[in-house]
């Protein structure tokens, strides 16, 4: 077993509205990932994917609030520091994100060798114009990007390149986690699979130690991660490796969610999607017992009454329902 | 995961519905001269599921717009059920258009913001001539629009459409499209927006609504495994041009163009192994 880079225990944050009613969007999330390894994060939009990832890298600014909980950076507890103290300290050096729209992070009036500067300036300060450069263009080139791009501005670049030049800004400092939140999902597949192949790069080279990737595209988490994590209404549902969760997923929304893949592969199309009927729940007054039980078309009277706990079961996977293991996988073979 | 019948109907003996010949668009002049859609032939027949698949910059929406009537061809002629198209005078642009109709992509700027959603509905039942109905037949047809889309009539009266999420507006574009019934229905990627959970209930809702009304469904879109999921017949379109079409079970079991052989290599799968060397870093795209 690695040394663990990322630990989350039982971490939850809020939201607080307008009104001054609070939305509790990550509510009792744990997880760990070890040193060399990623983890996927899938879900239907609104279910905390995106809240986990800020929360995760200590951006607590209004109306995102901290409730409780850890998270421990390779042995550095940063839960419940100042949002401008993680922002200089932590962020860029020891955990680096990468937003969805990436492609309009970058400032257009500015080059791209300017960005590379304000982040190395950040951490040290006293680095040279010329030491930042000969680092910039030794970094884009190891990833397969021309060192030209360093004298472009944004405009001049295609989506794809963006993207792949925000990625490697962001992991100048070799950050100890990398969060992607759907790196991809604006782009055609083949921009798509060159990001995909500088992450794979960046991990197989140690310059980022571990991951955290977030999309609700399954095929491609199948293919990038090592881990998947389900996540609904703010909760963790359900945890296991990247193959037992797409071929062998337990937990009733997992499967649904498995049940909605479209691949161009033989045999694929005669497959019935199964779309899963409903809503999530109003995170502002989260039902008591299960989240997914108005949805869950296997739910008894009992999935209502409490909060249901994490099992564990096999090796390191988990799930959150009522029903055990075989109970489950005996309904799902009678369908 | 329960087995959908997938009819191997046999489309090319249907009636035509929409074809074209020697198609192109060209934008700008001299050296900034772009040719988006190259001379491009096509058929789509009655009931049939056409897909067009391209990555950016394919020319698929230009396309899409030329087929609308939106944007003139620069060369080439379309036929709308077997006659050439007319489409020189606004009326008969509107006539057109109640053969044709269109969902966008962005679901959240295809509805008139000051128009509630009753108006857009009552729209619908007015083109298609069911202005002197009595009232409450109107909303008996609205009520069973929405029902089929799975939306409560009752809880959208009086509401404006940017009270909706972005799922619940497109389905209320599936239900515009029940109520108007034409002979075409024009796609552009209504899905790339929405999760994955909403986009099967979506492609499920365009298939049902296919079959209930028979009409010809011609979806564009750059996700290839989606467009083998739900369509008879694939265009595959590069650089204008359409490379490759056939049946989407030997397009995409069996591709012949090296383009449609790299799209489908692109595509992360989960039964075979993604193969990333395929791509080269290095290249300026």
């Not at chain 1, 010329?130 to 970094?139: L, N, T, V």
């Not at chain 2, 409450?136 to 939306?151: D, H, Q, S, Y």
């Not at chain 2, 397009?251 to 791509?279: C, G």
């Amino acid at each position: 077993m690695g040394k663990i880079m990322l630990e989350v225990k039982n971490l939850k944050t809020k939201y607080v509205t307008r009104f001054h009613e609070d939305v509790y969007a990550v509510d009792g999330v744990s997880f760990t990932i070890e040193d060399g390894k990623s983890l996927g994060i899938a879900g239907e939009s609104g279910c905390g994917k995106s809240t986990l990832a800020l929360s995760v890298m200590g951006y607590y600014f209004s109306p995102l609030h901290y409730i409780s909980g850890d998270i421990i950076i390779d042995g550095k507890n940063i839960s419940g520091m100042k949002p401008d103290d993680v922002r200089k300290s932590i962020l860029g050096s020891e955990i680096a994100y990468i937003p969805q729209a990436a492609m309009n992070a970058l400032n257009p009036t500015q080059k791209i060798i300017r960005f590379m500067e304000d982040v190395i300036h950040a951490h040290d300060p006293k680095a040279g114009r010329k030491e930042i450069r000969e680092r910039a263009e030794a970094r884009f080139a190891e990833l397969g990007l021309p060192p030209s791009v360093l004298d472009k501005h944004a405009v001049e670049l295609s989506g794809g390149m963006k993207q792949r030049t925000v990625i490697a800004v962001s992991t100048i400092l070799n950050p100890k986690v990398l969060i992607a939140d759907e790196p991809s999902s604006a782009l055609d597949v083949t921009s798509q699979k060159m990001v995909i192949k500088m992450l794979r790069e960046l991990m197989g080279k140690g310059y980022i130690k571990s991951m955290l990737f977030i999309t609700h595209e399954l095929p491609l988490l199948y293919n990038v991660t090592d881990d998947i994590m389900v996540m609904y209404a703010g909760q963790i549902v359900e945890r296991g490796s990247a193959r037992e969760m797409v071929f062998d997923p337990v937990h009733p929304y997992s499967h649904g969610l498995m049940n909605s893949i479209l691949v161009p592969e033989e045999g694929t199309r005669g497959n019935k999607l199964t779309a899963i009927p409903g809503a999530p729940p109003n995170l502002k007054r989260p039902p008591d017992g299960c989240r997914f039980a108005e949805r869950c078309k296997y739910a008894r009277p009992e999935c209502r009454y409490s909060m249901i706990p994490e099992k564990s079961f096999d090796a390191g996977r988990m799930y959150r329902c009522l029903l055990g293991v075989d109970e489950l996988k005996e309904v799902y073979g009678h369908e | 995961m329960s087995e959908r019948a997938i009819e191997q109907t046999d489309f090319t003996n249907r009636p035509l519905c929409l074809s074209g010949r020697g198609v192109t668009k060209i934008f700008g002049l001299g050296d900034k001269r772009t040719v988006a859609v190259d001379h491009v032939d096509f058929d789509f027949h009655e009931g049939e599921f056409v897909s067009i698949v391209g990555e950016s910059g394919s020319g698929k929406t230009t396309l899409s717009k030329m087929l609308l009537g939106l944007l003139n061809a620069s060369e080439g002629e379309i036929f709308f059920q077997g006659k050439p198209r007319d489409i020189s005078t606004g009326r008969k642009k509107k006539e057109y258009w109640k053969g044709i109709q269109a969902i966008f992509q962005d679901p959240f700027s295809s509805f008139n913001t000051f128009q509630k959603i009753d108006t857009v509905l009552l729209d619908c039942i007015n083109m298609r001539g069911g202005k002197h109905l009595p009232k409450e037949k109107k909303i008996e047809m609205m009520t069973e629009a929405c029902g089929f889309v799975n939306l409560k009539f009752a809880e959208l009266t009086n509401k404006y459409p940017f009270e909706l999420s972005g799922g619940q507006m497109q389905r209320l574009m599936i239900a515009r499209i029940f109520l108007l019934r034409p002979r075409i229905l024009l796609a552009d990627e209504p899905t790339s927006m929405v999760d994955a959970c909403s986009r099967a209930t979506i492609l499920d809702m365009l298939l049902n609504l296919r079959d209930e009304i028979g009409m010809t469904v011609i979806f564009i879109t750059h996700d290839i495994g989606l467009a083998y999921y739900i369509s008879d017949t694939v265009y595959i379109m590069e650089h204008g041009k359409f490379v490759e079409f056939g049946k989407a079970d030997e397009v995409i079991l069996n591709p012949q163009a090296a383009y449609t052989k790299r799209l489908i290599s692109d595509v992360p799968k989960i039964h075979e192994e993604w193969d990333l060397s395929t791509v080269d870093l290095l290249s300026q795209k």
